[in-house]
């Protein structure tokens, strides 16, 4: 595929700017780059979503026609994004055959006859679980060899893969790499677009890196590491806190949360915590540690089976959502675009909506004031560095980080004692990553306690002034100062919390 002079605006605002790439049969090409750097536009362009306003894209020397998703997918392109596109109370076998002609017998589907290309598509990706199998019935990591499968079905060329071990565990990530290696070895091209830079550069045959709409890099496997990488794509080093400015809590002085033998089913197991005023306390271990659990009973999604809570040294009793928010603990969920976002409505009515009291335009009154919610939706966007149109722009057409930066202001004027975030930076480039980062912190020292879950262990490193490890629904240790490394928390995800520190039994 040539890829030449793709240029695309919107409102005036160039998302490409004359972008060359060339993506090869049996490569894996790696596309990198900050939210909003254009990757989006360029994949909806190829995919035929999007008509571009300059440029060309030919395949085997053949212009494809702009503006065309049958024409894309005619030319051999396929497309899995981050949210699967799945029809959930539909079988494997027919989310495969989707869309694709049918042969019949009777007037009716023959899907024995229909599904032989699919059946020949999920043996060559290895699927081994049977294609009557509900797809809601089935893992993340095997929805997305139905989607895989779906896209050989159709003789796919080229599969454009949009962070695809985003929710993956390690085991499943090396599944697919082992996929994306045997499909570029028999001439499919890849074309992998993700944020985790580790994949990226042990993946991928070439790299190019786009900021701002432009192709600013491109480099042979082995010409870039990841601090190159980092470089290319946010113009300068990221910055490394030194430890030994790290908040230290006083722990002479009541904590403004606590937690005390919290249980709750199998997955939280007599888990106690403190969390002071002003630190940034994060939670460590592997997918499935009982991480997630934890907030959602502290928030109020679920309910404990047994333990307490405490805020501002008072018992706590939280019976929903609601309950947790009107006490002063919110949480920004791991699954923004459907728990946390209200895509249809605009970037000022999602920050505005914890708040929609103090802005009513007479008190006692269900009116708000239009003029107090522009005017703290812009103050709230422009201390965050939302990057938007305007704060009457829909929200989903916002980047992956600048839609999570709007879910952290929406509670920045909510009397907030108490921030949860599960995975503040899954899916977002590593220049948004730091400006999340600057805003919690910023946060914290504000006096809020902010508790955070991270899988990314550089993250934990990075942001938290302590860390707590959890395995299998227990505090497995606690990693304060010059103790908060990878290796550390690494080496306490896999401990049992019975063992002994120190042990050589």
Not at 191 to 217: A, K, N, P, Q, W
Not at 249 to 277: E, N
Not at 292 to 318: N, Y
Not at 430 to 451: K, N, P, Q, Y
Request: overall charge neutral; glycine content about 10%.
């Amino acid at each position: 595929m040539r890829i030449r002079g793709l240029t695309k605006s919107f409102a005036g605002e160039l998302a490409l700017d004359h972008a060359d790439l060339d993506i090869e049969r049996g490569k894996v090409h790696g596309l990198v780059g900050a939210n909003g750097a254009g990757k989006s536009t360029l994949i909806r362009c190829l995919a035929g979503v999007t008509v571009p306003d300059a440029g060309s894209v030919a395949i085997a020397g053949e212009e494809l026609q702009r503006g065309s998703p049958q024409a894309s997918e005619r030319a051999g392109l396929a497309f899995i994004h981050q949210e699967l596109n799945l029809i959930p109370h539909f079988n494997a076998l027919q989310n495969m055959l989707l869309g694709a002609p049918k042969a019949t017998r009777f007037g009716m589907i023959d899907w024995q006859r229909s599904g032989v290309a699919a059946r020949a598509a999920a043996e060559r990706v290895g699927i081994r679980f049977p294609l009557d199998a509900r797809v809601s019935d089935l893992s993340v990591a095997e929805r997305w060899l139905v989607m895989i499968g779906k896209a050989l079905t159709r003789d796919a060329s080229m599969i454009a893969m949009d962070e695809p071990t985003a929710s993956l565990s390690e085991p499943e990530s090396e599944q697919l790499f082992a996929i994306i290696r045997d499909l570029s070895a028999q001439g499919v091209a890849i074309l992998y677009v993700s944020h985790r830079l580790e994949e990226v550069l042990r993946l991928c045959d070439r790299i190019t890196v786009l900021r701002d709409g432009r192709v600013v890099g491109e480099a042979e496997r082995g010409a870039l590491n990841k601090k190159g990488l980092v470089r290319a794509i946010i113009g300068h080093d990221v910055r490394t806190p030194d430890a030994s400015t790290r908040f230290a809590a006083d722990r002479s002085k009541r904590p403004i949360f606590s937690a005390r033998d919290i249980a709750w089913k199998s997955a939280v197991k007599g888990v106690s915590l403190d969390l002071y005023r002003g630190e940034v306390l994060a939670l460590g271990g592997l997918i499935g540690a009982g991480r997630t659990e934890l907030a959602h009973l502290i928030a109020g999604v679920t309910r404990p089976d047994a333990g307490r809570f405490e805020l501002d040294g008072k018992p706590l009793e939280i019976a929903d959502e609601a309950g947790a928010v009107r006490a002063g603990i919110a949480l920004v969920p791991e699954e923004r675009r459907s728990q946390g976002l209200m895509l249809q409505q605009s970037v000022g009515f999602n920050i505005n909506i914890s708040t929609l009291k103090k802005l009513r335009s007479i008190p006692g009154l269900p009116f708000v004031s239009d003029r107090k919610a522009r005017h703290q939706a812009e103050a709230l966007v422009a201390d965050l560095g939302i990057k938007t149109p305007g704060v009457a722009a829909k929200i989903a057409g916002l980047s992956g980080g600048n839609q999570q930066k709007a879910l952290i202001a929406r509670w920045l004027n909510a009397g907030t004692k108490l921030l949860i975030l599960d995975e503040p930076s899954r899916g977002v480039d590593i220049g948004a990553r730091e400006e999340i980062h600057d805003a919690i912190r910023t946060l914290a020292r504000s006096g809020v306690g902010i508790l955070v879950i991270s899988s990314d262990v550089e993250e934990l490193a990075l942001l938290a002034d302590r860390v707590l490890v959890m395995r299998e629904g227990r505090v497995t240790g606690e990693l304060t100062g010059a103790d908060i490394t990878e290796a550390r928390i690494i080496e306490l995800s896999y401990q049992d919390a019975n063992d002994e520190e120190g042990d050589d039994a």
